[in-house]
């Protein structure tokens, strides 16, 4: 089982619409949780945090499931500019230096 | 802003060169990380470093070495470049002590690389 996984989709999504992703992690001692956006030829970069308590930044919410090792990202109001690769991210605490694991993404295409 | 620099954005080169890439950081981060991105295989880890002179492995550092002699820069070193290391690599920085920091990774813009 891989450490992060994701659905690679692509989600293709009407402007204005609803889209949620899922994405489960295997180790269930991770502590750190990140959704990054990394756009075509570009570089990752932090879209948000996940906390327990769960988080809302805009049209985005995060959520974390600690018991069914999983988080979630839900983003309201699509708009064309949201389309992007959307990264898990997990911080598992099997070695040192602050070392994530990236997931291999989630590609949302929103269409007018 | 967190500004990292990689220096070299796009790269040919034969197989069997010497291949460096640079990076360096702005914001005295402690942690800095290569890693490379394939399709369908996301971003691998080749190796980080949490201080000067420190470094590990990552899950990937087969034919790959780093250097760290200042804070604010890491330099991926291909010894031997071989064509299966034709990729996009990333450099990334983040602030911390210790391993489990948790704290946010911010990536430089990438290096094509490709190796013919």
């Known amino acids: 089982r891989k450490e992060v996984e994701q659905d690679p989709g692509p989600f293709n999504v009407p402007e204005g619409a609803t889209v949620a992703f899922n994405c489960t992690y295997s180790n269930s001692a991770s502590q750190s949780f990140f959704w990054y956006r990394q756009d075509c030829r570009k570089e990752p970069k932090l879209l948000m945090s996940?906390?327990?308590s769960g988080n809302e930044d805009g049209r985005f919410t995060a959520q974390l499931n600690r018991a069914s090792q999983y988080i979630s990202l839900l983003i309201r109001d699509s708009k064309l500019s949201d389309s992007a690769t959307y990264l898990c991210?997990?911080?598992?605490?099997?070695?040192?230096?602050?070392?994530?694991?990236f997931g291999t993404g989630t590609q949302l295409k929103v269409e007018l | 802003d967190v500004k990292v620099t990689q220096s070299s954005r796009y790269l040919v080169k034969r197989t069997g060169e010497k291949v460096f890439l640079e990076c360096v950081q702005d914001m005295d981060h402690e942690n800095m990380f290569w890693y490379r991105q394939d399709p369908g295989l996301g971003l691998r880890l080749i190796y980080f470093s949490y201080d000067v002179k420190m470094k590990e492995k990552g899950d990937i550092p087969e034919g790959y070495s780093v250097s760290r002699e200042k804070k604010e820069r890491f330099s991926l070193i291909l010894e031997s470049a071989s064509t299966n290391q034709t990729s996009m690599y990333l450099c990334?920085?983040?602030?911390?002590?210790?391993?489990?920091?948790?704290?946010?990774?911010?990536f430089g813009e990438g290096s094509w690389l490709t190796v013919v």
């Open positions: 996940v906390y327990s």
């Open positions: 990334a920085s983040s602030s911390g002590q210790g391993p489990y920091s948790g704290n946010t990774i911010y």
């Open positions: 991210v997990v911080n598992p605490l099997t070695g040192g230096g602050n070392k994530l694991t």
